[in-house]
């Protein structure tokens, strides 16, 4: 339901007609769709209670041949070869005007083929 809250009054409407029950991320989304009239019910986020890390933030980057000292951010152009031909040169374009203020690393795509990875 998350993605209804800032829903001008008529897409919500049409939310409450066509859902019998919500579920939320947050605490506070319970009660806001509740006093405006959706059965909803928190189920919580599935980061919210992941375990802290077992290594240090410098062992990982060493590991991962990242940068401890910058920002990392994983690029996640998407799992099927359309998706990632069509959003990952895009991504890397970004990345290569922020690259030296933060570290990228991708999502593992081992799977494909190599005649994908041309240069």
């Not at 290594?55 to 990982?60: F, M, N």
Request: net charge positive; hydrophobic share 40%.
């Amino acid at each position: 339901m998350s993605s209804v809250l800032g829903l001008a009054a008529g897409p919500r409407a049409l939310a409450q007609k066509i859902c019998d029950q919500g579920t939320c991320n947050l605490p506070f989304e319970e009660k806001f769709y509740r006093d405006r009239g959706v059965d909803t019910m928190f189920v919580g986020h599935p980061l919210a209670d992941l375990a802290r890390p077992s290594i240090s933030r410098e062992a990982y980057a060493e590991a991962n041949t990242l940068d401890p000292a910058k920002t990392w951010i994983t690029l996640m152009p998407g799992s099927r070869v359309k998706e990632v031909s069509m959003n990952l040169p895009t991504m890397l374009e970004a990345a290569a005007m922020l690259g030296r203020y933060m570290s990228f690393c991708c999502q593992s795509l081992r799977h494909w083929d190599k005649a994908f990875w041309k240069p």
